[in-house]
Every structure is written in C-alpha cells, then in structure tokens.
C-alpha cells in the first residue's frame, strides 16, 4: 500500500528526544522541533522548603519510583503545555542513545503506555537516524551532549557497537572549568548559577587553535598576544569581567594532554581503530558532528588539526592507514539533527512495523534492545 495511503492520513507521531539538558519536542514529519525545553522538573521537597528555584534534572531521582513520577509529570507538561495535543492513541518516537540506561527506558515505556495510553512507542537510537538526515549509510558520529562524548561508528545502516568510545568530555566539564576559573578570579560563587555559567559559555568562550593551545599549556600564555577580556552582567548584580585566557582555554578540557590519551580527538580514533581495516577509510571521511557542544566556534577545525596531527604520530601511523577526514554538514542545526532524524524516522512506514503497540507491551513488557530486534514482540516484520 502506498506511504500516502498509510501514514500520512494517520495523525502525525510525537517525536521526543530527551536529553540531560534539554529535551526537544515536536511532530514526524517537520523540519525543526516545535520546542527546546530544559529536561527539568518541579523538586516539591524544595519548593516546601522555601528554595527559590526548586527545579531538578529530570534524570536527578534517588530511585525508580521516583524516576517515574518525574517522568509522568514532565511528560504532562510536553503533551498539554507544549505540542497541545492528547497523547491517547498517539504513536510517540523516542530519539534515544544506545547508551541510555535501561531503567530510564523501561520507565519512560511505562509511563507512556500505562498512565498516557499511547498507542505505540518507537525507540530510535540517536546515531543510525542521524544519518538519515545526510542520506548516508556509512559514517562515525560524534554526539557531544552535556554529559559525555560518545562516538559510534555506523556502517552501511548497521551500528558498529564493539566499537563506540565515550569520555565525560562535553558541556558539564567546560561548565566546572569556567566556574573554576571565574573562583580563582575572585567571583563570587553565588552569582556562578548553571544558566549565567552556560551564558557565559555560549556568548564568550570559543575553541583556540592547537598552537595556541600548546603555548597555553608550556608557558601559560606569555609568549601569545592575549585574547580580549569582556565584561558580562550576571543576573543584573554585579559586572563579571570574563578575561581572555578563560575564553580561549574553557574548552580544551575537551583535549587534555595525559598519558592516558582519553581526549576527543584519541577516541575518535580508537573508535575508528577498532572497526575493520576495509571500513575505516569510509568511516574517517564521514564524519558527524551532533550535540549542542559542537556548535561552539572553531570546534570542527581544531578537531581536524587534531586528528591530523595524531594521525602523523607514531601511536597511530603504522595502525589506521587513513590518509585524512572530511567532515559532514547537516541540513539542522548540531543540536537538533538527532531529533530531525527521528522525524524522518517517524514519517516513514517503519513506525507502523516496528514500534512496540500497547498491546504488545501488555502482554510482556520487557523493552526490546536495539542490538536484538527478534525480542520485538507483536510487531510484524517490515
């Protein structure tokens, strides 16, 4: 039957992709989210208490029923606050990593099916449907988030797991290196909140190139011609002076220079040095960069010098044979290309033939993983 006569007549699924920041939110089909909002929710304990901001991270819970009431009530505020529509009967698409822990899975499964009465849910693991916003088949991508960098490499439409690599190396670590700094300068913490800290993040700091890197690190800087320090109104208290050494320098806990070799640009490559000889070659000039973290200025570029540079040492020159890297640029912004391909994924067939249904998930409600579709009860083979 043709896709017009299926899917489209339906009502479009809701499409989600939760992150630990952010989560965004929308319709299958469109181009760009309808909402980017905080992954956040009310901390009742705290509002009792008299706390001015008694918000939390939604993943914050001491245990799992305390995972899924947060759940329940930030899923009340996207379906009736933000896309407006009843969940009842809606096919829902979770844009998910490979990486979530399974408790979060199985509660966001529950809570969906068993207090919203969707009528399907779609699990989509965030590094294959990137690529379908490229249509590609084979690339290594980088997802950059808040937590952590996680590279998996994809290879003819198939995830490459024996493969990935993840490092704490994202917005959380650039966020304690700028308040560290900003203490040292003699700010007070109290005005160092985790939005003026991301303000100050995003409107001051860039990525420097490697030399000025290296020169950072031998002589601290004395030998560069110092970058520009600005002048940031925090909360409309106090003026903040950000000095030009923490502007240049946040970001390059993102490449760290330790004998245990676990910066970006060496997990990008083990990554790489782990899939078979045939497939690296591909894999390095298909390149994905994702996440909100990547959007900073210069990022791309001092990654490639990087990569280049540890591609000519001696610890990878005799074992990847890769001769370079290109990189691709999707048609979304870094932050919401997972969630544009999770639309994609949503517009298709392929959430009538393999999401798990209500009923399905009543009759035995263990979530099937990606790397074993035949766990994948009552839903027919596509």
Same mark, same amino acid.
């Given at each position: 039957?043709?896709?017009?006569?299926?899917?489209?007549?339906?009502?479009?699924?809701?499409?989600?992709?939760?992150?630990?920041?952010?989560?965004?939110?929308?319709?299958?089909?469109?181009?760009?989210?309808?909402?980017?909002?905080?992954?956040?929710?009310?901390?009742?304990?705290?509002?009792?208490?008299?706390?001015?901001?008694?918000?939390?991270?939604?993943?914050? #819970?001491?245990?799992?029923?305390?995972?899924?009431?947060?759940?329940?009530?930030?899923?009340? @505020?996207?379906?009736?606050?933000?896309?407006?529509? #009843?969940?009842?009967?809606?096919?829902?698409?979770?844009?998910?990593?490979?990486?979530?822990?399974?408790?979060? !899975?199985?509660?966001?499964?529950?809570?969906?099916?068993?207090?919203?009465?969707?009528?399907?849910?779609?699990?989509?693991? *965030?590094?294959?449907?990137?690529?379908?916003?490229?249509?590609?088949?084979?690339?290594?991508?980088?997802?950059?988030?808040?937590?952590?960098?996680?590279?998996?490499?994809?290879?003819?439409?198939?995830?490459?797991?024996?493969?990935?690599?993840?490092?704490?190396?994202?917005?959380?670590?650039?966020?304690?290196?700028?308040?560290?700094?900003?203490?040292?300068?003699?700010?007070?913490?109290? $005005?160092?909140?985790?939005? *003026?800290?991301e303000d100050i993040k995003i409107r001051t700091c860039?990525?420097?190139?490697?030399?000025?890197?290296? !020169?950072?690190?031998?002589?601290?800087?004395? #030998?560069?011609?110092?970058?520009? #320090?600005?002048?940031?109104?925090?909360?409309?208290?106090?003026?903040?002076?950000?000095?030009?050494?923490?502007?240049?320098?946040?970001?390059?806990?993102?490449?760290?220079?330790?004998?245990?070799?676990?910066?970006?640009?060496?997990?990008?490559?083990?990554?790489?040095?782990?899939?078979?000889?045939?497939?690296?070659?591909?894999?390095?000039?298909?390149?994905?960069?994702?996440?909100?973290?990547?959007?900073?200025?210069? $990022?791309?570029?001092?990654?490639?010098?990087?990569?280049?540079?540890?591609?000519?040492?001696?610890?990878?020159?005799?074992?990847?044979?890769?001769?370079?890297?290109?990189?691709?640029?999707a048609p979304a912004e870094p932050n919401f290309t997972?969630?544009?391909?999770?639309?994609?994924?949503?517009?298709?067939?392929?959430?009538?033939?393999?999401?798990? @249904?209500?009923?399905?998930?009543?009759?035995?409600? @263990?979530?099937?993983?990606?790397?074993?579709?035949?766990?994948?009860?009552?839903?027919?083979?596509?």
């Amino acid at each position: 039957m043709p896709l017009y006569e299926t899917v489209l007549q339906e009502k479009p699924a809701i499409v989600l992709e939760i992150g630990n920041a952010l989560t965004k939110l929308g319709f299958a089909g469109e181009p760009y989210p309808r909402s980017i909002i905080p992954s956040e929710v009310l901390d009742h304990r705290a509002k009792n208490a008299g706390q001015t901001t008694p918000n939390r991270k939604l993943f914050a #819970s001491a245990n799992e029923t305390e995972l899924y009431d947060a759940l329940v009530e930030f899923l009340k @505020t996207i379906f009736f606050k933000y896309v407006l529509v #009843s969940p009842k009967e809606r096919k829902i698409v979770v844009v998910e990593s490979v990486l979530c822990p399974t408790t979060v !899975k199985e509660n966001l499964a529950r809570a969906l099916f068993c207090h919203f009465d969707v009528s399907s849910v779609f699990f989509v693991p *965030t590094h294959l449907v990137v690529l379908a916003t490229l249509a590609v088949e084979t690339a290594l991508v980088v997802d950059i988030g808040y937590k952590e960098a996680v590279v998996v490499p994809v290879f003819c439409g198939v995830q490459a797991l024996y493969a990935w690599e993840a490092q704490p190396l994202a917005a959380e670590s650039v966020h304690a290196e700028i308040r560290r700094q900003l203490l040292e300068c003699g700010v007070h913490e109290q $005005l160092l909140t985790e939005a *003026t800290v991301e303000d100050i993040k995003i409107r001051t700091c860039f990525v420097t190139t490697a030399d000025r890197a290296a !020169k950072y690190r031998t002589d601290g800087g004395a #030998s560069l011609k110092p970058c520009p #320090s600005v002048e940031y109104t925090a909360r409309g208290e106090a003026m903040i002076t950000i000095p030009g050494r923490l502007r240049e320098t946040a970001y390059e806990v993102m490449f760290p220079e330790d004998n245990d070799r676990l910066g970006l640009p060496y997990i990008v490559l083990n990554a790489i040095l782990k899939c078979p000889r045939d497939t690296r070659v591909p894999l390095a000039e298909n390149l994905i960069l994702i996440g909100g973290s990547t959007m900073v200025q210069g $990022l791309a570029a001092r990654l490639k010098a990087e990569l280049m540079a540890l591609l000519a040492s001696d610890l990878y020159r005799e074992r990847l044979f890769v001769n370079g890297f290109k990189f691709h640029k999707a048609p979304a912004e870094p932050n919401f290309t997972g969630w544009l391909g999770g639309s994609i994924y949503g517009a298709t067939d392929l959430v009538l033939t393999k999401s798990i @249904t209500r009923e399905a998930y009543g009759k035995n409600q @263990t979530i099937p993983d990606f790397t074993n579709y035949e766990e994948t009860r009552g839903a027919p083979r596509g």
